[in-house]
Nanobody, 123 residues
Framework: QVQLVESGGGLVQAGGSLRLSCAVS????????MGWFRQAPAKERNFVAA????????YYADSVKGRFTISRDNAKKTVYLQMNNLKPEDTAVYYC????????????????WGQGTQVTVSS
């Protein structure tokens, strides 16, 4: 089991940018995948982006494609989510998570979760 700690959330105006970080304790395996999910009040937790730890292949939800970029730094054992051109509908708690499946969009596929970081986009 690994521990995940997110940081970087905050309040930003529409059109602005934020970068979220997820520090991974323990040793991520190349076969594992990391994902970012978000959950708005009274809504389900939804997939945002994912990356295969070993190959670095990335995947995005249609709603963020072209605006968000997921990346990882092997040496720092950290996963990032660069969010540009933010919109009010991006407001949510953002969670980092790990799956042993390499890549998946389903919440149920992820075994370890961070505590979440709030992102608020004002109009």
């Amino acid at each position: 089991q690994v521990q995940l700690v997110e940081s970087g959330g905050g309040l930003v105006q529409a059109g602005g940018s934020l970068r979220l970080s997820c520090a991974v304790s323990g040793r991520p395996f190349s076969s594992h995948g990391m994902g970012w999910f978000r959950q708005a009040p009274a809504k389900e937790r939804n997939f945002v982006a994912a990356i295969r730890w070993g190959a670095g292949t990335t995947y995005y939800a249609d709603s963020v494609k072209g605006r968000f970029t997921i990346s990882r730094d092997n040496a720092k054992k950290t996963v990032y989510l660069q969010m540009n051109n933010l919109k009010p509908e991006d407001t949510a708690v953002y969670y980092c998570a790990r799956t042993t499946r390499g890549y998946d969009r389903a919440v149920s596929a992820y075994d370890d979760w961070g505590q979440g970081t709030q992102v608020t986009v004002s109009s």
